[in-house]
């Protein structure tokens, strides 16, 4: 057993509440699940006595940690665990919520199913844990752990663990405790960080980190690295554009945005790899066991102390070495005496020139390509310098240190974004300097004010009299003194011209009236008064006239009124409704939609005769030209067969005269001959003709020919009437020459 493990589990299982503190990488999990199983084992606890244990942890990732390690340990037990965390399936953890012993979760999933799920019931629970318990109770949880607090059983074993313990009487007196054991296992070790761990700093500049962290990854490539930053969208960006970059080695981005499913395949993917870069924010830096992890890279200033043991606590667990570098701007060199005040050996090294190499020109190039690549790199901008604005130790954190626009520069982006947070909050400070500025005048203008009033006032008395003196002096032949206080500028008066005398410009009671006056000049006037002064002009809001060339207003009858009655009554003051006029009024109104709709069916009818007179305009040209066609072809039949023989086109045709008739007796003479039936023949002709005149009846319902398939069948009519005529004339000539 380790340390920690040594003193603490024989205390947890007599039944004390314990605050443990040690190293990272000690083995402070097992610590506390092998009392929880030990004292549920004891009290032979089944699933019909619910939940024993809860144990919180202040993230996903390391509530999943210590349910596989729960499962590897206790898979001999009975005991049913839990694990509840967000992103995953809500109804399906509420279904099972009576069912399990051991609960291991994070505060707002729990804080969640206690607040909407029935079947949660904590009366019979033993043990509490809170694991990272100093980052469970501070301000970002606090909220959430006081409501869970509340809901529990007042009679419980609790039992904290950290690396960093807590030790304000708040947070334990919230908690409850009974007599608490505080348990430090290298309290009074030589450093707080484990031996085996070599930490080192570089002083860099901010728009150089970028090239620094890339020519770092290219000359480590066979090693595991974590590389911590501040923020999000800095590590979304960094990840994305390095796997554009293509290093060498495979990369992974582990950040709270990003799915629940995928930020546990990261996890369990870093776990396996022997080489790999993780880009991770603060989530990965509590309690996460990622084996033979060489290198801890600090690309941003941590928020304190304790940030920077947990972050450089990935390396360097149990009995493996490692090594950790941060990285800071020269602003933040006071960090490193704040380190060494807590007992953490760090020393300094620099860069080597040569093997610096910058992404600059390869980033601004992707960024040009990529709209979406240069929006995060914008954004991954900003939260950075968000992020350093809400620090709280500003001696560390001076955002006025910062080049912003050479850190736009390394990023990759030619122009610098809007820092629009930072133009609000000072447009803010500078109001509330000017309002401050403005109460002091005030008050220093009123204290002179009550001092010189009564000066003033004999002053001003005195000057009164002096000056009716003076106005019986000046008066010149009837001529009142008032009419020349106002002289007539000359060529040779000066530019500024005195308009009034017999003032005293130290008056104080004088200048007040003034500024009076301009107050009263300068009044805000509301939008309630405006609108009155509107109303008291009559001016018709949101009144559309349209004219007509000549300047005459056109009047839409859809829209406007067109009854005398209707328009009386809307120009009438009178509140209410006037049933009787408004019947009336719709009556009339009725009269001119019903002319207005007649008129509109008129035009369309017009419109459709207009169209078919075109469309008949243009069938007969059709026809026109069609029988152009057929005079042509008619010209061409009767030149071939003036080649082949006499002209026969004077004989008249012998089916007109004689009909079908001849050719249908012919036939029955024929099978006369052949000794066939002709009743049969005659049935079968007569059921023809019907046929035919069936056929002639609905001929209008057969599919419509196309021009060319009309002048085709025309053509073959035609060649076998020729051919008819041909047989035709040359019988005749043989009766002839018979």
């Given at each position: 057993m380790t340390d920690i493990q040594r003193q603490s589990i024989g205390l947890a299982l007599q039944g004390n509440d314990i605050l443990g503190a040690a190293k990272t990488g000690s083995g402070k999990t097992l610590a506390f699940l092998v009392p929880i199983l030990e004292i549920l084992y004891c009290k032979q606890?089944?699933?019909l006595d619910g939940l024993g244990v809860l144990v919180i942890t202040p993230t996903r990732e390391l509530a999943y940690q210590i349910y596989d390690t729960l499962r590897k340990v206790g898979q001999y037990h009975d005991f049913s665990t839990g694990l509840i965390i967000g992103g995953k399936d809500l109804k399906f953890e509420a279904k099972r919520m009576d069912q399990y012993n051991v609960i291991i979760c994070t505060p707002g999933r729990l804080?969640?199913?206690?607040?909407e799920n029935q079947l949660f019931n904590c009366v019979n629970m033993q043990i509490l844990v809170l694991d990272e318990a100093d980052r469970c109770l501070d301000m970002g949880f606090e909220k959430t752990?006081?409501?869970?607090?509340?809901?529990?059983?007042?009679?419980?074993q609790t039992l904290l663990f950290s690396a960093t313990q807590t030790k304000s009487v708040?947070?334990?007196?919230?908690?409850?405790?009974?007599?608490?054991?505080?348990i430090s296992a290298h309290e009074y070790s030589a450093h707080v960080t484990p031996e085996s761990l070599h930490q080192s700093y570089i002083v860099c500049a901010l728009e150089d980190k970028l090239a620094m962290l890339w020519s770092f990854i290219r000359n480590h490539l066979k090693q595991k690295i974590i590389v911590f930053f501040s923020s999000c969208k800095q590590v979304k960006y960094v990840y994305e554009a390095f796997c554009r970059l293509r290093p060498g080695i495979s990369l992974l981005g582990l950040y709270s945005t990003l799915h629940q499913l995928r930020r546990m395949s990261i996890y369990e993917t870093f776990r396996k790899k022997q080489h790999a870069v993780l880009f991770a924010t603060d989530i990965a830096a509590r309690g996460l066991d990622f084996p033979a992890v060489n290198w801890v890279i600090q690309m941003d200033c941590p928020e304190d102390v304790n940030a920077y043991i947990h972050r450089v606590g990935r390396t360097a667990r149990f009995k493996s070495g490692g090594e950790s570098l941060l990285v800071l701007l020269p602003s933040e060199e006071v960090m490193i005496e704040k380190l060494r005040q807590r007992k953490i050996p760090i020393n300094m090294i620099e860069i080597n020139p040569n093997k610096l190499h910058s992404p600059q020109r390869k980033l601004e190039i992707l960024l040009a390509r990529d709209v979406s690549l240069k929006e995060t790199a914008q954004r991954a901008f900003i939260s950075y310098i968000k992020s350093i604005f809400l620090m709280k130790n500003k001696e560390i954190f001076n955002i006025h240190a910062l080049d912003k626009d050479a850190y736009a520069a390394s990023l990759g982006l030619v122009i610098t974004p809007r820092t629009r947070f930072l133009q609000r909050i000072q447009k803010k400070i500078i109001n509330n300097n000017v309002k401050s500025e403005e109460k002091s005048d005030k008050n220093s203008i009123n204290s002179l004010n009550a001092s010189e009033e009564e000066?003033?006032?004999?002053?001003?008395i005195n000057n009164i009299f002096d000056t009716n003196k003076e106005e019986k002096k000046r008066t010149v032949k009837g001529q009142d003194m008032a009419a020349l206080q106002f002289d007539v500028p000359s060529d040779d008066d000066d530019l500024l011209i005195v308009k009034r005398e017999n003032i005293d410009i130290n008056d104080m009671s004088v200048i007040k009236d003034?500024?009076?006056?301009?107050?009263?000049?300068?009044k805000i006037i509301t939008k309630a008064e405006l609108a009155k002064k509107i109303l008291k002009k009559k001016v018709a809001v949101n009144k559309k006239t349209v004219f007509d060339d000549e300047g005459q207003e056109l009047i839409d009858s859809a829209r406007m009124k067109m009854s005398e009655l209707a328009r009386k009554y809307e120009n009438e003051a009178d509140s209410g409704i006037n049933i009787e006029m408004s019947k009336q009024i719709l009556r009339e109104e009725d009269q001119f939609d019903k002319q207005r709709h007649r008129e509109r069916i008129r035009a369309k009818h017009r419109e459709e005769k207009m169209k078919l007179k075109a469309a008949k305009k243009m069938k007969v040209n059709l026809n026109d030209k069609e029988e152009a066609e057929e005079d042509i072809d008619n010209n061409v039949i009767s030149e071939a067969e003036s080649s082949e023989g006499p002209d026969m086109s004077w004989l008249p045709d012998p089916d007109k005269i004689y009909g079908k008739q001849r050719d249908i007796d012919e036939?029955?003479?024929?099978?006369?001959?052949?000794?066939?039936?002709?009743e049969t023949e005659d049935k079968e002709s007569e059921e023809n003709e019907g046929s035919d005149e069936e056929n002639i009846v609905h001929r209008p319902f057969k599919r419509k020919l196309t021009k060319k398939q009309h002048r085709k069948t025309q053509k073959r009519q035609k060649m076998s009437d020729n051919t008819n005529l041909q047989i035709d004339e040359e019988l005749a000539l043989q009766l002839l020459h018979n």
């Open positions: 606890w089944t699933k804080l969640q199913h206690m607040d752990m006081n409501a869970i607090i509340e809901n529990l059983p007042p009679k419980r708040k947070d334990l007196a919230r908690l409850s405790l009974r007599d608490p054991l505080y000066n003033s006032k004999d002053a001003f003034n500024e009076n006056r301009t107050l009263k000049k300068q036939e029955k003479n024929d099978n006369k001959f052949k000794g066939e039936d002709t």
